[in-house]
């Protein structure tokens, strides 16, 4: 068929303009610390895996590292979904040691997580910090975590992580609950990838978006502690509205955002 070739349909066999939904454009937020500081936050349009929005779960953590920064200071943190990586953007200002934001290996989303890195070198003092400290990185929950590990080793050769058994200190799961068939693997990460102290912690943040199924994310936590975690809940906050308004279900399970902490165990 050769080009402007109609099959002399006029034109009534194209598609019309609006035919392919065209995908919505990359939106920004600003989060404003409890110190005044200004975090500028870029999300992808679309995301089949929920990253193009800011959730609840990260701010409240992020709050929540502000509230008592020794959770964090000096720290070595990993992110877990980051999507935006407030939470360890946040983590990066109060004086973590290293942080590795993560999130699905989708290069848009990888590309997002530096460039929100990037910026918030750029009004950050002193300026290269931040950079310095923080990567992004691309993983699958349940992965090979020899890569990330690698990255607490930044001038070795990737193995020395593994040959020391270095761990992280802190992991945050910000609004990752929802996905119950990866309970398993959000567990086996936390296994292989925080420090076996009783110092580490995981804290996992969340509200249940669809109250319906709020025993099936608490399901989570039935899974940490049959791998030998132990669970503990910090925190429960109601907020004055719902993430989205309209949402189907019990409001005030909408807009409920839930902290826990998991440890290893005392004997560890
Ligand atoms: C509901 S969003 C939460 C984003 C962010 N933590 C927050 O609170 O704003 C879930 C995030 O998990 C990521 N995700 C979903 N499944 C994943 C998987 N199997 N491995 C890695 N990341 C995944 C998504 O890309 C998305 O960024």
Avoid at 23 to 47: A, C, D, N, R, Y
Avoid at 49 to 66: C, M, P, Q, R, V
Avoid at 145 to 158: K, M, Q, S, W, Y
């Amino acid at each position: 068929m050769e080009e402007g070739d109609d099959y002399g349909t006029g034109g009534l066999m194209d598609d019309p303009e609006d035919y392919y939904p065209s995908t919505p454009p990359p939106t920004t937020q600003i989060f404003t610390m409890g110190s005044g500081k200004e975090i500028v936050l870029h999300l992808v349009g679309h995301s089949p895996t929920e990253a193009h929005h800011l959730w609840n779960g990260a701010k409240i953590i992020s709050d929540y590292f502000e509230e008592d920064p020794a959770r964090v200071r000096s720290k070595t943190v990993l992110e877990l979904g980051a999507a935006s990586g407030l939470p360890s953007l946040v983590a990066g200002i109060l004086g973590a040691k290293k942080v590795v934001m993560t999130d699905f290996p989708d290069p848009d989303l990888v590309m997002n997580m530096q460039k929100n890195i990037d910026e918030c070198d750029e009004t950050t003092e002193p300026k290269g910090h931040i950079a310095k400290t923080i990567d992004a990185a691309g993983f699958v929950w349940g992965g090979d975590p020899a890569p990330l590990l690698a990255r607490l080793f930044p001038d070795g050769d990737g193995s020395s992580a593994a040959a020391t058994e270095e761990r992280f200190d802190v992991l945050i799961l910000a609004d990752l609950l929802f996905r119950h068939s990866e309970h398993g693997a959000l567990v086996k990460t936390i296994r292989e990838t925080m420090k076996p102290s009783r110092e580490s912690a995981a804290y996992v943040f969340f509200t249940s978006y669809r109250p319906w199924k709020k025993d099936l994310d608490m399901g989570f936590f039935d899974v940490a502690r049959e791998a030998g975690f132990e669970v503990e809940q910090v925190l429960e906050k109601k907020l004055e509205k719902p993430l989205f308004e309209n949402d189907p279900g019990d409001l005030d399970v909408q807009k409920t955002v839930k902290g826990f902490v998991v440890r290893w165990p005392e004997s560890v």
